[in-house]
Each structure stands twice: as structure tokens, then as C-alpha cells.
């Protein structure tokens, strides 16, 4: 069972937006701003999205942003494209020097 | 541009040690903005962290799996290396090796391995 709780899907039409939910707890999404979202495509390595609840990586389209209130932290994707179609996977620091991942939402495109 | 590659044996039996490298090109692994990690993936589930490290050997471990693991970094190699003791079935997984900038908490695992698949059997 993982540490983060995550929906098991979502889905959205192309251009439409979608949101991913994080749910964990003030030890850990909701007591630090150290909250990063991954996409990853099968028999792919994982790619960083966004980190530090809002902030993206150089590369990473405008399309996608996050943010966090109280102990949920959120992924939009605006714009859906097909590209878009993967697992997203939510990652926070839990205090004492652990860091816990959820269990993963699988983003179809209609 | 940074690359990370693991290798190391694909089959491991049971109660045995699991054992991975991590080789780091296009940066210096001694970088005082780097940290560096194991993130572990079994079949068809999701990413569990493993541990980190920096440079210096500081070591961070989650604390399920500490009693069975250990990273460390060899700077003349630009490498550092997973250890997992006493091995069983469910440690079958893909093993990836990634790096994040600091703090030492930080979750933004911004370069990473292709992975490498590890299967407990035998």
C-alpha cells in the first residue's frame, strides 16, 4: 500500500483539461513544499514534471502545472494531446529523511 | 549532458545480495548539487524509494528497507552502488538509478537511468 493515495485512472478528450489528485497527510504532502509529480511511458524511466508543488523543469510544457492545499497536492494537464497518455505518479518528503511516491494514476486520452 | 547507467546481474537467488552500479557521465558525482539515488519499480506497480546519497557518503535510507541496504559512492569511478541483502521474491523489480539537486529532501528526481530489470529466483 503506498504512502500517497492517488485515483487508479483518469481520463479527457483531447484539449480538455484533467486534474490528478495526491492524498496524504500533514507528515508528509501537507507538511512540506517538497512535492514533485513524474510521468512515466511504458518500459520507460520516469520523467519529472513538476517539483516543489508548482515549479517545472526546463522542457516540460506550460500545459501541465501543479499545486497543493492542505494535505492534497493536484496535476492539471491543460490541452490534453495524446502524447499526454501515461502513469503519473505523485512523490513527497516525509520528514526524518524519507521520501514516499503514490501509487500511480493511469491518464488515458479519449 | 548527464546520464546515469546501471548494470549488474539480472538474476539473483534467493536470501542472496543484490547488487547494482550506478555510472554517472557528463558530471562529476563529487557536484555539490547532486544527489543521488535508487528508486525501485516491480512489475506492472508503482515506484518505491530506496535511498539516497551525497558525495561526502552521507546516507538516507527508507526506513522499510534499511536494515537490508546500502549505498554508497565511489568518487575515482564517478559510481555509486546499491546493496540489498537477504533478497526474496518481492524485491523482483526494475531498479532505476536517478539524481536530484538539494536540499537532501527534495523529490525532484530530474535525471534518471533507463532501468534495469532484477528478478529473485531460483
Known amino acids: 500500500q503506498s504512502a500517497l493515495t492517488q485515483p487508479p485512472s483518469a481520463s479527457g478528450s483531447p484539449g480538455q483539461s484533467v486534474i490528478i489528485s495526491c492524498s496524504g497527510t500533514?507528515?508528509?504532502?501537507?507538511?512540506?513544499?517538497?512535492v514533485s509529480w513524474f510521468q512515466q511511458h511504458p518500459g520507460k524511466a520516469p520523467r519529472l514534471m513538476i517539483y516543489d508543488v508548482s515549479k517545472r523543469p526546463s522542457g516540460v510544457p506550460d500545459r501541465f502545472s501543479g499545486s497543493k492545499s492542505g494535505n492534497t497536492a493536484s496535476l492539471t494537464v491543460s490541452g490534453l494531446q495524446a502524447e499526454d497518455e501515461a502513469d503519473y505518479y505523485c512523490?513527497?518528503?516525509?520528514?526524518?529523511?524519507?521520501?514516499?511516491f503514490g501509487g500511480g494514476t493511469k491518464l488515458t486520452v479519449l | 549532458q548527464l546520464q546515469l547507467q546501471e548494470s549488474g546481474p539480472g538474476l539473483v537467488k534467493p536470501s542472496e545480495t543484490l547488487s547494482l552500479t550506478c555510472t554517472v557521465s557528463g558530471a562529476s558525482i563529487s557536484s555539490s548539487n547532486s544527489y543521488w539515488g535508487w528508486i525501485r519499480q516491480p512489475p506492472g506497480k508503482g515506484l518505491e524509494w530506496i535511498g539516497s546519497?551525497?558525495?561526502?557518503?552521507?546516507?538516507y535510507y527508507n526506513p522499510s528497507l534499511k536494515s537490508r541496504v546500502t549505498i554508497s559512492v565511489d568518487t575515482s569511478k564517478n559510481q555509486f552502488s546499491l546493496k540489498l541483502s537477504s533478497v526474496t521474491a518481492a524485491d523482483t523489480a526494475v531498479y532505476y538509478c536517478?539524481?536530484?539537486?538539494?536540499?537532501?529532501?527534495?523529490?525532484?528526481?530530474?535525471?534518471w537511468g533507463q532501468g534495469t530489470l532484477v528478478t529473485v529466483s531460483s
Open positions: 546519497i551525497y558525495y561526502s557518503g552521507s546516507t
Open positions: 512523490s513527497s518528503y516525509a520528514g526524518s529523511n524519507n521520501l514516499v
Open positions: 500533514s507528515s508528509d504532502v501537507g507538511g512540506y513544499k517538497s
Open positions: 536517478a539524481r536530484h539537486r538539494p536540499p537532501a529532501y527534495s523529490s525532484g528526481w530530474d535525471y
